[in-house]
């Protein structure tokens, strides 16, 4: 990680005109774009053949590429080494359609601001976006103590005015963008205490940049960990909590059961070879986190060592209607019906209960 000396704030192509619509529309632009600049592939794409297939479509690529996705260069080769990563933040976009939980991940992605190098790019561009990740960091969480109320566009420009490492030449225009672009991801969500779908998405999705750039050098537990603390990766989602960091555990535990970044070439010889015959993600719920299931590509389901009995399997249909109250209410009564059918009872009455305890 770069040390705040060695740190340089560029806005690059983001005081750009974005052409994504209104903030009711949310992400919907960058989901349509990845989705297009993917098509059927489920594997990395060439970045030229990503660029042509997004400007055939009249689809601005500067922005998803060089800010949201993960680009890998072999070797420091030429451009048509180049290619744009199939990771976490794809799979979301190309397996299920928008949503809030998209426009929540996509956010933190542009917040973790890790998205590789390719042919020509400079050294600043592989963390393109530390001004936003600074600002959530330094300003969000220390000034204002995640008081989402005060972030606006004036709040923004005097945090870039008053910081020697910001090099653009204006900051209103960018200060504008990045004001929008947090209406338009949900920050207020994104900086939540509440743990949901979106999150458990985007320990894979950190994770999987953290393999990618070789920060997690191997698929392990600690060495993740290292990784995850190294980038503040709880502080980007509203700091630490209890139940955020039993989340992470759990999540990076099931990560490296399904081969890590490897997951999504698992998938694909798993369906080329017949291993599994529905090519449709299918889920994990953590019974103590039932707000939280995570969908995972088919066929890599044969490889977990951790789904244990707090772990509940949902396929496709069950993930994409999933209500975290009816599946608290299911369990509940489920567990009454074995306590029946085993003939427990209890032993003492309510009333009884309550005695003890004030005892």
């Known amino acids: 990680m770069l040390d705040d000396a060695q740190e340089t704030w560029h806005p690059g192509s983001f005081t750009k005109n974005f052409g994504w619509g209104s903030e009711r529309n949310g992400l919907s632009a960058l989901h349509r774009a990845i989705c297009v600049g993917f098509g059927s592939d489920r594997h990395d794409v060439p970045r030229n053949v990503f660029r042509e297939r997004l400007e055939r479509a009249g689809i601005n690529f500067f922005i998803p590429a060089n800010f949201f996705l993960y680009n890998v260069n072999a070797n420091g080769s030429g451009k048509a080494e180049d290619r744009i990563a199939f990771d976490e933040l794809v799979f979301q976009a190309t ?92 920050l207020h969500d994104v900086v939540s205490s509440r743990i949901e779908r979106w999150w458990m998405n985007a320990t894979f999705l950190a994770a999987d940049r953290f393999s990618r750039a070789g920060i997690a050098r191997r698929v392990t537990l600690p060495s993740l960990h290292e990784a995850f603390a190294e980038f503040g990766f709880l502080d980007l989602t509203g700091g630490p909590s209890v139940e955020k960091r039993y989340a992470l555990e759990r999540a990076l535990e099931v990560f490296v059961s399904v081969h890590g970044a490897g997951r999504f070439a698992a998938s694909e010889n798993a369906l080329s070879t017949g291993r599994t015959n529905d090519p449709r993600p299918f889920g994990i719920v953590d019974k103590k986190l039932p707000r939280a299931p995570k969908a995972l590509p088919p066929g890599v389901d044969a490889s977990f060592d951790v789904l244990d009995a707090s772990f509940s399997h949902l396929d496709y249909d069950a993930m994409q209607c999933f209500e975290p109250d009816a599946f608290v209410r299911d369990a509940s009564l489920r567990a009454l019906s074995r306590l029946r059918d085993l003939q427990i009872a209890p032993t003492m009455t309510s009333d009884e209960i309550t005695a003890l305890t004030r005892d």
Do not use: M
């Not at 359609?97 to 601001?113: C, G, P, Q, T, V």
């Not at 923004?156 to 030449?169: K, P, T």
């Not at 672009?181 to 949900?186: A, D, F, I, T």
């Open 95 to 186: 397996a299920f359609e928008h949503s809030l939980d998209f426009d929540r991940l996509a956010l933190l992605a542009f917040n973790l601001s890790l998205v590789g190098s390719w042919h020509g790019s400079k050294s600043w561009q592989r963390r393109p976006a530390l001004w936003s990740n600074r600002y959530i960091v330094e300003r969000l969480r220390h000034a204002h103590r995640w008081d989402v109320s005060k972030v606006d566009a004036d709040d923004i420009q005097a945090f870039l005015e008053g910081d020697a490492r910001y090099r653009g030449r204006t900051t209103r225009k960018h200060s504008t963008n990045l004001a929008y672009l947090y209406r338009l991801g949900g």
